[in-house]
């Protein structure tokens, strides 16, 4: 899905999640983003009801609560209904979690999903323009333009690496090379974690690449890097072989997908709440599908998505961490403390370098001590769009 440009639309990076225990409350009164102007999202087992479905132009906030018994999502898309402009992922049952994002006057729609699948209970969405300033107060402009401008320099190179690291992958598969392409399996896809919720937010390129299995709708091919991950780990039983052709096919399908993608990012511009939230939204990646193990199930490849996905997540904060240590002080020095905890827990697995133990063999007291380290960051983590913005 292609993100509104900065420019025209002052859209919000994207994200998502499932799983484990990233189905917190955040606080949004501690964050400083409750007030007046709040949008209460009640997203039930068959609603998604707001409290307004029209606001002016600016800094929206949507205070989502989970009235339903199914864990719940809340997007808010551009006018076609496929751009993501914000999103919040795993509000479990009697939880809430908000979402700030900056939008322009136009046409939105905003929806819930229970239990995280379909596409949602749908509702239009009008901003009005407001006439109000919404710029950032308090920080110099000049480390504005640093901060967006380095995360779309960063963006572009590692959907240009992986181009390459692809390009490579698919050439092993396609030629038969089968223990070649299971190296560069994991290798290619770090590029693609680190920029998950860049990749994400175009709609109609995410579900042909990066779909599971698991979550394939009546009648939907299945296409992509897990569609090859599981040619290249077959299960023991039940299974054939994809021949020579089909392995070209869905090799060069995947590729071209890619370089769509490259294309697509070299245009994009980025706000500040675009990467906060991009931030919070890689995070809510790793719990929705690497702390469960769901990501790569048949390859059990899921730490290096993991690192890949706290990767992107660090590189975006620390983009905006000198507006941070000006806005919030305490609250940047606490999120930079727990991606340190976290990257201590995390290289606990490491073999060598670059490598990573196959997730098949990390215990589930292990995973829960990962699934902690994950929590304690995305709490402060969910603050830092709010504290630079409102």
Request: with cysteine.
């Amino acid at each position: 899905m292609k993100l509104v440009p900065a420019a025209a639309a002052c859209a919000a990076l994207l994200i998502g999640t499932t799983g484990c225990s990233l189905t917190e409350s955040n606080d949004p009164e501690a964050s400083g983003s409750q007030g007046s102007g709040t949008i209460t999202v009640d997203s039930s087992a068959d609603a998604c009801d707001l409290t307004t479905t029209e606001a002016p132009s600016g800094n929206l906030v949507f205070d989502v609560k989970n009235s339903g018994d199914q864990v719940t999502e809340f997007y808010f898309y551009a006018e076609d209904g496929l751009r993501i402009v914000g999103e919040i992922e795993n509000v479990g049952p009697g939880l809430s979690r908000d979402l700030v994002v900056r939008a322009a006057p136009g046409t939105y729609v905003a929806s819930c999903r229970p239990g995280m699948s379909g596409k949602g209970i749908r509702s239009d969405f009008t901003v009005t323009d407001s006439g109000e300033d919404t710029k950032i107060t308090g920080v110099e402009q000049a480390d504005i333009d640093a901060a967006t401008t380095q995360y779309a320099a960063y963006v572009k190179d590692q959907s240009s690496q992986l181009v390459d690291e692809t390009t490579a992958f698919v050439t092993a598969y396609a030629a038969g090379q089968d223990e070649r392409a299971r190296e560069l399996y994991p290798e290619a896809r770090t590029y693609w974690e680190r920029i998950e919720t860049v990749a994400e937010s175009f709609g109609d390129l995410d579900p042909k690449m990066d779909l599971r299995e698991a979550d394939l709708s009546p009648g939907q091919e299945w296409t992509g890097w897990h569609r090859i991950e599981k040619d290249l780990w077959p299960p023991a039983s039940g299974y054939t072989a994809l021949s020579t052709a089909d392995r070209e096919k869905y090799g060069q399908d995947l590729l071209e997908n890619t370089k769509t993608l490259d294309s697509r990012v070299q245009d994009l511009d980025y706000t500040v709440d675009q990467i906060g939230n991009g931030s919070k939204g890689l995070l809510d990646e790793v719990a929705s599908g690497k702390i469960t193990g769901e990501e790569d199930i048949w390859s059990h490849t899921d730490l290096y998505d993991f690192q890949a996905n706290v990767d992107g997540a660090r590189v975006a904060y620390e983009g905006l961490k000198p507006l941070l240590d000006v806005k919030d002080p305490a609250l940047s020095q606490k999120i930079q403390s727990a991606f340190r905890d976290l990257q201590t827990s995390l290289d606990q697995y490491r073999q060598g370098k670059d490598d990573f133990v196959s997730y098949d063999t990390v215990t589930e007291a292990q995973r829960k001590e990962l699934s902690d380290r994950v929590n304690a960051l995305a709490e402060p983590l969910s603050k830092l769009t709010g504290a630079i913005t409102l």
